[in-house]
């Protein structure tokens, strides 16, 4: 089995054994769903999810029978993985935030800098971009961005005075 990140457990948050994740991926809704099995930490010990919600920035959830803080306490500091069979194959130019992460950027052929996350927005993503010493948001979406090789560990974005 091939299993891929999907978060990591901050904290427990309150005493009915709801954990705090901070969560790796885009998809929340479809990697914490109800009845959906999740892994936790490097032996991968399988749980259910019994529900999950927003909190001030961040996804809790509760595991099928441990809905006591005793029981969870544990898992704080542990990575979550899903299956990857359990994780669909996006459609053609969508992309995972994780795949994103660590490309080269380019403008006119000329590497300028490399992506250090994907950072969600109201109504597109971001790409965090570091040029030399310093970090430029640009907005993810066909205006800015040219093209993506994954490949080739490439993005080229528009060239605009004031884009980067």
Do not use: C
Request: aromatic share 12%; no cysteine; net charge negative.
């Amino acid at each position: 089995m091939e299993y891929i990140r999907i978060g990591k457990i901050l904290n427990t948050h309150g005493i009915k054994g709801e954990l705090k994740i901070d969560a790796y991926t885009d998809f929340v809704k479809e990697r914490f769903k109800k009845e959906s099995t999740i892994y936790i930490g490097e032996e991968h010990l399988p749980f259910i999810v019994k529900n999950y919600r927003y909190h001030k920035g961040f996804v809790l959830i509760q595991l099928k029978d441990n809905e006591d803080i005793n029981l969870v306490e544990r898992f704080k500091n542990l990575y979550i993985y899903k299956d990857s069979k359990d994780i669909k194959p996006l459609e053609d130019g969508q992309y995972y935030f994780r795949d994103l992460k660590d490309l080269n950027v380019y403008q006119n052929d000329v590497l300028v800098g490399q992506v250090i996350n994907v950072e969600e927005g109201n109504k597109y993503n971001y790409l965090r971009i570091k040029i030399s010493d310093e970090e430029k948001l640009v907005p993810f979406i066909k205006a800015f961005i040219l093209n993506v090789d994954l490949v080739n560990s490439r993005i080229d974005v528009v060239d605009m005075e004031g884009l980067l």
